[in-house]
């Protein structure tokens, strides 16, 4: 139950399970989290808090909920098509399909394609994304609009290949990075290796620099890549990467499928973070990433949903599960990849490798948090206490539905499943024409 419909300045959350993902893994049976503008300034026990925070502009009563970090989806492209050519592996996938669509998209329709898939994130939880698309000022005005905390890159490309220029990128940067009180940022996008020259790389890394700002690249995806990248090159893609200065902790390196022994030490040498998205790999046909071998060396990995396109959901919820079970499955190991762990990959490691002060519960970092609706089959039974059972619930039975409200940046972005700031109605049907404009060009 929600009371008090002022302005949100001070929102107190409280009587819920809540899960703050500090270091100490500290869980709240009956806990309490208070937001004043956009940060979180105390989380305890209620019962040790509401006497202290009587008065506030938004209660949320938080019983029979779980309240927790938002998730972070480290790996994202808005999308058109969602359902469209499921059927192609990479290679095919984006040269007749993927390119051709995102060259034709308009600004318009790519706003509405964005809002679609910014909606979709926060209704499954997400509360940031890391999205590499095109018409990526449109995508900046969606993420303003809609609430969501959004870093933004261009898909950064050869000319010959009609993609986005590091021009394109830089004139995005100055354009809308730091907007919306900080919560859209800019970042450096580099497509994938084929479609790459040195000189571009080695020009990217230098505007990186410049502009104090990210990178965000596909590397080592498939098999094809790779050889792509052999005959090209000489070199593997991650190798080459790290010739040309790519590489490092202001670097955000997505799938990561194929890396031989000597990138994952190039991995870790400089410090650059990786997105596993084993649902999009799966479906793709590219294989499963080796993550146990990533964290065994200290790498830190997120979790991402890629495209819907090539996931048909960008429920992050549900790819929690996939990271899990994936490794268990194929490397016959019941033990890897346990919950708690997977939940800190799509929280406090996806804050990190964006530098963000978000992904925990603790006095002091930015008001980015979810509530889940634990009144449902998907969490019986509840078992609390040292032996709980809550974070096997949330990866391995719970489903992006099951997330009720949405607070990003201090603000309700989400109540009760229904988006505070925009017309869901509207964003479905534009969204829907979008796509089929798209389709009447390619």
Not at 34 to 49: H, M, R, S, W, Y
């Given at each position: 139950?929600?009371?008090?419909?002022?302005?949100?300045?001070?929102?107190?959350?409280?009587?819920?399970?809540?899960?703050?993902?500090?270091?100490?893994?500290?869980?709240?049976?009956?806990?309490?989290?208070?937001?004043?503008?956009?940060?979180?300034?105390?989380?305890?026990?209620?019962?040790?808090?509401?006497?202290?925070?009587?008065?506030?502009?938004?209660?949320?009563?938080?019983?029979?909920?779980?309240?927790?970090?938002?998730?972070?989806?480290?790996?994202?492209?808005?999308?058109?098509?969602?359902?469209?050519?499921?059927?192609?592996?990479?290679?095919?996938?984006?040269?007749?399909?993927?390119?051709?669509?995102?060259?034709?998209?308009?600004?318009?329709?790519?706003?509405?394609?964005?809002?679609?898939?910014?909606?979709?994130?926060?209704r499954s939880g997400s509360t940031t994304v890391n999205d590499m698309w095109r018409q990526m000022e449109s995508c900046g005005d969606a993420a303003e609009d809609i609430g969501i905390r959004a870093v933004l890159s261009c898909d950064v490309a050869d000319d010959?290949?009609?993609?986005?220029?590091?021009?394109?990128?830089?004139?995005?940067?100055?354009?809308?990075?730091?907007?919306?009180?900080?919560?859209?940022?800019?970042?450096?996008?580099?497509?994938?290796?084929?479609?790459?020259?040195?000189?571009?790389?080695?020009?990217?890394?230098?505007?990186?620099?410049?502009?104090?700002?990210?990178?965000?690249?596909?590397?080592?995806?498939?098999?094809?890549?790779?050889?792509?990248?052999?005959?090209?090159?000489?070199?593997?893609?991650?190798?080459?990467?790290?010739?040309?200065?790519?590489?490092?902790?202001?670097?955000?390196?997505?799938?990561?499928?194929?890396?031989?022994?000597?990138?994952?030490?190039?991995?870790?040498?400089?410090?650059?973070?990786?997105?596993?998205?084993?649902?999009?790999?799966?479906?793709?046909?590219?294989?499963?990433?080796?993550?146990?071998?990533?964290?065994?060396?200290?790498?830190?990995?997120?979790?991402?949903?890629?495209?819907?396109?090539?996931?048909?959901?960008?429920?992050?919820?549900?790819?929690?599960?996939?990271?899990?079970?994936?490794?268990?499955?194929?490397?016959?190991?019941?033990?890897?990849?346990?919950?708690?762990?997977?939940?800190?990959?799509?929280?406090?490691?996806?804050?990190?490798?964006?530098?963000?002060?978000?992904?925990?519960?603790?006095?002091?970092?930015?008001?980015?948090?979810?509530?889940?609706?634990?009144?449902?089959?998907?969490?019986?039974?509840?078992?609390?206490?040292?032996?709980?059972?809550?974070?096997?619930?949330?990866?391995?039975?719970?489903?992006?539905?099951?997330?009720?409200?949405?607070?990003?940046?201090?603000?309700?972005?989400?109540?009760?499943?229904?988006l505070t700031k925009v017309n869901q109605e509207e964003i479905f049907k534009k969204a829907n024409q979008a796509f089929q404009n798209v389709l009447k060009i390619i």
């Open positions: 139950m929600v009371t008090n419909e002022k302005a949100n300045k001070r929102i107190v959350i409280k009587n819920g399970l809540v899960l703050t993902m500090d270091d100490a893994k500290t869980i709240l049976n009956d806990g309490m989290l208070v937001i004043e503008g956009n940060q979180i300034v105390a989380v305890g026990d209620t019962k040790e808090l509401e006497g202290k925070y009587l008065e506030a502009d938004r209660i949320i009563d938080a019983k029979g909920k779980a309240v927790l970090p938002g998730l972070v989806d480290l790996h994202f492209h808005s999308a058109a098509g969602k359902g469209y050519c499921d059927y192609l592996p990479l290679y095919e996938y984006l040269m007749d399909f993927w390119y051709p669509m995102v060259r034709a998209i308009s600004p318009e329709d790519a706003y509405w394609a964005a809002l679609c898939s910014y909606s979709e994130a926060i010959e290949h009609k993609l986005d220029s590091l021009a394109d990128n830089e004139r995005l940067y100055y354009k809308k990075h730091g907007k919306a009180n900080g919560r859209i940022e800019v970042y450096v996008g580099i497509e994938w290796m084929p479609l790459e020259s040195r000189e571009i790389l080695v020009k990217a890394r230098a505007l990186a620099n410049e502009l104090n700002t990210g990178i965000h690249i596909h590397l080592n995806e498939s098999l094809s890549e790779v050889e792509a990248s052999l005959k090209k090159f000489g070199r593997r893609p991650t190798e080459f990467a790290y010739d040309c200065g790519i590489l490092g902790p202001d670097c955000v390196a997505a799938h990561c499928v194929w890396l031989s022994d000597a990138e994952i030490a190039m991995m870790r040498e400089t410090g650059t973070h990786i997105s596993h998205n084993p649902s999009s790999n799966a479906k793709l046909g590219n294989g499963v990433a080796r993550v146990p071998e990533m964290l065994n060396a200290g790498i830190n990995v997120g979790i991402g949903h890629d495209a819907a396109e090539c996931n048909n959901s960008r429920d992050l919820i549900e790819v929690m599960k996939w990271v899990s079970l994936i490794h268990k499955a194929t490397r016959v190991d019941a033990s890897l990849l346990p919950p708690q762990d997977v939940l800190a990959m799509a929280t406090k490691n996806g804050s990190k490798a964006l530098k963000h002060n978000t992904g925990s519960l603790e006095a002091g970092k930015l008001a980015d948090v979810i509530l889940i609706d634990l009144n449902n089959e998907h969490f019986i039974p509840l078992v609390l206490g040292e032996k709980t059972n809550i974070y096997s619930h949330l990866v391995f039975a719970a489903n992006g539905g099951d997330v009720v409200t949405s607070i990003i940046d201090g603000e309700i972005v989400m109540e009760d499943r229904r």
